[in-house]
């Protein structure tokens, strides 16, 4: 809400500033609306799994150390608690995970990558992790030959396992290039993760008298889901983008239609004015210009019919003058069309304090409300008929008009003037009668309230 407070000789009208909003690119240019921010989602969950299992090592190690006494514990004691050997697959998980992060999370090198960023980091995204995955089955399988006594069923089950978990990272892959690309897209991108997977079970293939031939199956399964998944998202983001591209044309259609729609207008508009000058002032002046040619024919052989012929010229001279100001005025916009209800208030309460010397305080709210054209046309009347009552019966040197919104409009006319004993006002007060058939007609309330010699206040609330 702000507030005005205005001497007569210091009042100026003062425009409205209204708020630029902005909205910052957020989205990758080259992407779908929104998959950048899955992707910056994913990475994050990803981190948050590698600060747990960062987290978590101490204590998993000394479970893998109460494991000593069923093995060899010498070797165990090698693999386990030596952090060069123990930890190298947690380590080379962060090294792989940094350019992850920020292929996501860094604006600027996303900037500079353009539409190559989301093919880099789908190749990158699928590479660290098979990579990473190769990494843990070298490991695992030292620590099996090691501790288990069965190392080719255990050796199987953890490559079994590891390619379970794998699959579900790529999977994430596959989701995203399906988002992006078209199907024959995906299905290059399938080819290069089932080479990935190949290359994670690698060490675990290449270990002597371990079976191929169950993992090979389990890689063509993944492969399988991951056609299935990116087959059911390609054909969803192909409709998403038809009906995007169905609402893009509806838009520009409308955007047309507007656009005739609005030079149809200004047509029309044109033709009604020229039509409200040809019947007035055209007619008016083609009506004087005969008259005063009668005028001057009959100047000098009949004064005195040249005299009458003059006054009629006269008369519809004025009666043109009439027609046109009237025509001008229905041209015209009006304060509340030009200007809101809040400023055409305002301006009207400024107009009438320079007129008439009131020091005068004007509150009006920032915003506009929301209010339909016959509520405004009757809140603007009756301020009209307020500050006339003031200028012609307060005799009044303070006036305060305020304009409020709190899920209800209240406009309040208030001056010190004379004052009037409110509870003997008769029916012939024009005026009062009048505004308070208005408000009736908003469904709203108006009060005045006043008294000999403590001014008058008029209170509209209009809902």
Request: hydrophobic residues 55%; neutral net charge; proline residues 4%.
């Amino acid at each position: 809400m702000t507030c005005y407070t205005l001497a007569m000789q210091s009042v100026q009208p003062s425009a409205l500033g209204l708020p630029v909003a902005t909205t910052p690119a957020d989205e990758h240019p080259y992407m779908e609306p929104g998959l950048l921010g899955v992707l910056q989602m994913l990475v994050g969950i990803q981190l948050l799994l590698l600060v747990a299992t960062v987290a978590a090592f101490p204590w998993s190690r000394e479970v893998m150390l109460s494991l000593g006494g069923l093995t060899r514990g010498s070797a165990l004691r090698q693999v386990v608690v030596e952090v060069s050997s123990a930890m190298q697959p947690v380590v080379l998980r962060i090294l792989l995970t940094i350019p992850v992060v920020l292929l996501v999370f860094w604006p600027q090198l996303i900037a500079r990558l353009g539409r190559w960023h989301l093919p880099l980091f789908a190749i990158y995204y699928a590479v660290a992790a098979a990579v990473s995955q190769a990494a843990f089955s070298v490991w695992a399988l030292k620590f099996v030959a090691d501790t288990a006594t069965a190392p080719q069923q255990v050796a199987l089950l953890l490559g079994v396992g590891g390619a379970w978990t794998l699959f579900v990272v790529l999977l994430f892959g596959v989701v995203i290039v399906a988002w992006q690309y078209s199907l024959r897209q995906v299905f290059w991108y399938l080819l290069f993760l089932a080479v990935a997977e190949v290359t994670a079970l690698l060490p675990l293939l290449l270990h002597e008298a371990m079976p191929w031939a169950p993992l090979l199956f389990q890689v063509m399964i993944h492969v399988a889901i991951y056609a299935m998944v990116g087959f059911a998202i390609t054909r969803m983001m192909a409709a998403q983008r038809a009906q995007r591209a169905a609402l893009t044309e509806a838009n520009v259609q409308l955007t047309q239609y507007a656009a005739a729609q609005e030079q149809l207008a200004v047509s029309h508009e044109r033709n009604r004015m020229a039509r409200e000058l040809h019947d007035t002032l055209a007619h008016s002046l083609s009506a004087v210009a005969v008259q005063l040619e009668a005028v001057d024919s009959a100047m000098t052989t009949a004064p005195d019919e040249a005299h009458l012929i003059l006054g009629k010229a006269l008369a519809q001279t004025r009666s043109g003058l009439t027609e046109t100001r009237r025509a001008m005025h229905a041209l015209r916009a009006t304060p509340l069309d030009d200007l809101g209800l809040a400023l055409a208030i305002k301006n009207l309460a400024i107009t009438t304090a320079q007129r008439n010397g009131l020091a005068l305080q004007v509150e009006v709210p920032e915003t506009q409300p929301n209010l339909s054209p016959a509520i405004e046309q009757g809140i603007y009347r009756i301020a009209q008929e307020a500050l006339a009552n003031v200028v012609h019966h307060a005799r009044a040197s303070r006036l305060a008009v305020a304009l409020t919104y709190n899920g209800a409009v209240t406009l309040r006319v208030q001056d010190n003037g004379c004052g009037f004993d409110a509870g003997e006002v008769k029916g012939d007060h024009v005026g009062l009668q009048l505004m308070h058939e208005r408000a009736t007609m908003m469904q709203g309330t108006l009060t005045v309230t006043s008294a000999p010699g403590a001014g008058t206040t008029i209170k509209l609330v209009a809902l």
